[in-house]
DNA sequence: ATAGGGTTAG
């Protein structure tokens, strides 16, 4: 008979029933009491609410109440009336609290009680399982068994909603257990909590178990077991059951298909995305604006751009998350352009953009380069408040680092306050990425002196900016890093060392590490593809490329620009064409500009200058600077002028912003001694303002790496330098070397001499020389291309001191030793 | 329901 008062519901409606409910009325079988209940006499006392107190204003201005703050101000009311204590109070005060998110209140009220009726235990456990932590919901329930209050069902399931969205395994088990000795392991609604649990504890196999144990199910807990193998990335399981569940006689609901899309968007599987797409049409659900939200990203993800834009066009409620989704779909399909201008679109139509919307912006003006865009996207987030959304920030950060304003990057990072370490990585590698190599450093020493754990971006980011260093020591150290934080068997990583051991001249190195690899990208093939082909290793280049192509991993644009340009730099003209006839037949991949102006550097730098030029005659496209570019190194090397000046003509046309071309011209001039025409290219770029890139040599002595600009003498050893530069020129001399003083012009003979003497190689060699012990490799880094008569001079250095050389120039590797060099003097 | 930072080439 004591039963019915947990009938009582907390809301109003219900009193006004009072007195019937004092009459007796059958109990659910769940939730008796035992009659040795410790409430047992109290409480019938107590069910009857007099009317004065459910007639008092206050009763009726709580009633009305909507709000917290409505609340507050009631609250006083009650405690001055003397009602504090009035069940009918203390029951709408234990709920509402809870119900307006303030357990803790509604827990003060609770305390305050002294005959606590079990609907109150009932209520607060069930505001601290929604709105507090775990551990409040949990520590309360532990409370409610001390004081003897009987669960009923749904303290269970409240509860572990609650452990599941913590994934607490480990209490989740305990309290299943719980519920199983109260009697509700057959309800079909504890059940459902049980089955909800395991899934959110990723324990997919338990809650199938549980799932089939069931005597009874209904929609709910078929959607609980469908999204809990969706959400675990089982989508073709979830299909299964959607099937399965219509065999038994239960209809699916928009909710079944909603939570099975995102999951085969994951999968990026178009087949079965095409099949829900199917059942969602049969349903009747393709008008539903999340269902449609859901398969345009579905879509998306699947690279089914066309179909998700018709989808999306067909909505006529759309979304912020629908454009978000069909923007992500062109930004992930690398279609930067297209996104873009549907972001514009989204705004013209008075869509408020979201901090999604803005990422995937940034994104986008980042893959263009697009800077101007950029910086309208920028502006826009002050009008948005969403300035102070850290995600958005590092990709902010992202996108002036991409388009090469890393000065702006560095800016916000400093000023921003909440940095996570997904600003620091962003940093790093913008840094990185713009060549600020000691930047990308001290910022991760500056992470790591603020404690922020390291992860597979950070160590990507750092190994870029190795890789530009180039010096085997921090090469070997940051690998040692790598093994040690166990990221060696991360393929970005492992793709970045690769790289990074190529550029520092161990190519060997480089290979061990691919051949370790159990799982390669593309990346990873053209990492170490482009290796060998700078090390004028043609051979092993394209040996390995043909190993690629009976593999999995499809060759992409870059793997052909990698392997044409190492057939070019190995004279492999036939291999070469080969490769460019088939990267379209066979692969379907249109040629860019690059692979033109590799193919023109093939023909060229084997000399066939005839070939080249028809070549670019027949081009499809208009040629750009990079095509007459390689023809014009292609002449200076073969010493042609007509060409020469032709494809020179044809540059100075298209605006050249740097002046690398005028100087390759004059050098043709000067080796045909045309000083006329030679002084003039000169003058005109003198005039335009172009300005001579310097050239620069790097050597790295322990843990410094020193610079050298061509006849400087600003080094502290300078004067030793040129010293000793004066008796290794006799020494090589003596062995056979003749210095080439043909591109020289107007002085005389002793000052030629001393002018190629202090080219920036030269300088740095002799410096690595004078302070290494005899026999060490002395490693150097050139920022444009090495010259002929340094060239030269280093294959007797080599031969003389006995010592190898490794010179890294703008192209590639020469490896000198005992008077030759890898590259077989073609270059 | 949508999401931030990654490797190759130039």
Known sequence: MSSKLLTISPHFPVLNTATTLSSSTPSKPELSFP?????????????????????????????????????????PLIIKNGLYSELLFQTKLVSLFCKYGSPSESARVFHSIEDKLDVFYHTLLKGYAKNSSLEDAFSFFVRMRYDDVRPVVYNFTYLMKALGDNSDLKRGKEIHGQLIKHGFGSNLFAMTSVVNMYAKCREIGEAYKMFDRMPERDLVSWNT????????????????????????????DSITLVTVLPAVADMMSLKIGKSVHGYVVRAGFDSLVNISTALVDMYSKCRSLGTARLIFDRMDNKTVVSWNSMIDGYVQSEQPKEAMAIFRNMLDKGFEPTNVTIMEALHACADLGDLEQGKFVHKLLDKLKLGYDVSVMNSLISMYSKCKKVDIAAKLFENLRDKTRVTWNAMILGYAQNGCINEALSCFSEMQSQNIKLDSFTMVSVITA?????????????????????????????????????KCGAIHTARQLFDMMDERHVTTWNAMIDGYGTHGLGKASVDLFNEMQKGTIKPNDITFLCVISACSHSGLVKEGLQYFESMKKDYGLDPAMDHYGAMVDLLGRAGKLNDAWDFIQKMPTEPGISVFG????????????????????KIFELNPEEGGYHVLLSNIYATASMWDKMAKVRTVMEKKGLQKTPGCSLVDLRNEVHSF????????????????????????????????????????DDVKEQL????????????????????????????????????????????????????RDMHRFHHFKNGTCSCGDYW
């Not at 093994?483 to 990074?500: E, G, Q, S, W």
Request: hydrophobic residues 40%.
């Open 35 to 75: 009659p040795h209940h410790r409430n047992f006499h109290s409480l019938s006392e107590r069910t009857h609410i007099p009317s004065h107190v459910y007639k008092h204003p206050t009763a009726i201005l709580l009633e009305l109440c909507t709000s917290m703050k409505e609340l507050h101000q009631i609250l």
């Open 225 to 252: 077991i469908i999204a809990g193998y969706a959400q675990n990335g089982y989508a073709m399981m979830a299909l299964d059951l959607v099937l399965r569940m219509q065999n038994e006689l239960q209809k699916p």
């Open 466 to 502: 190795l890789a530009e260093l180039s010096v085997t020591r921090q090469a070997k150290w940051i690998h040692g890093l790598v093994i040690r934080t166990c990221l060696d068997k991360n393929v970005f990583v492992m793709t970045a060392l690769v790289d990074m051991y190529a």
């Open 630 to 649: 390689a023809m014009l190194g292609a002449c200076r090397i073969h010493k042609n002028v007509e060409l020469g000046e032709k494809a020179a003509k």
């Open 709 to 748: 600009y061509s006849g400087s003498t600003s080094h502290p050893q300078s004067k030793q330098i040129y010293a000793f530069l004066q008796t290794l020129g006799d020494k090589i001399k003596a062995a056979g070397y003749v210095p080439d003083t043909n591109s020289i012009h107007d002085v005389e």
């Open 756 to 807: 190629l003497n202090s080219h920036s190689e030269k300088l740095a060699i002799a410096f690595g020389l004078l302070n290494t012990r005899p026999g060490t490799t002395i490693h150097i880094r050139k920022n444009l291309r090495v010259c002929g008569d340094c060239h030269n001079a280093t294959k007797y250095i080599s031969l003389v001191t006995g010592r190898e050389i490794i010179v």
